[in-house]
């Protein structure tokens, strides 16, 4: 995502990107979610992914220039180039998602408009 960006930045190009990933979680962590009663594909699982816990707020922070709490991200994200003014930011959806949200015609209509979109 970040590459995307950088490659958009350089040429004023229009490129878009979508991130596929597993969730999964270390194996001590496994262990320990098991002997809690949890399995894979619960909530108090999955926030523990990889995924979930790490890329995606990881993702969500670069793309939005900011943290959650408002507070401003630190550090030269454009390795050594530097660029002065402002970055128009332009996403058509932060989410994260998974086949499970996708339970509807409507919500299978727009994850399909969001890809043809990128093609």
């Known amino acids: ?14 490129r878009q990107c979508i991130m596929v990933t597993n969730n999964e979680v270390s194996e001590q962590e496994a262990n320990s979610l098991k002997t809690q009663g949890y399995r894979q594909g619960q909530d108090e699982w999955e926030q523990h992914g990889i995924c979930q816990s790490i890329t995606w707020p990881r993702s969500k922070y670069t793309i939005l220039g900011k943290r959650d709490d408002g507070s401003e991200l630190e550090g030269e994200y454009l390795i050594s180039k530097s660029v002065e003014g402002e970055e128009l930011r332009k996403f058509q959806q932060v989410a994260f998602t998974s086949i499970d949200d996708l339970n509807t015609a409507t919500k299978k209509k727009q994850l399909v408009a969001l890809i043809d979109g990128i093609l």
């Open 1 to 14: 995502m970040n590459a995307v960006k950088l490659l958009n930045l350089s040429d004023n190009g229009q």
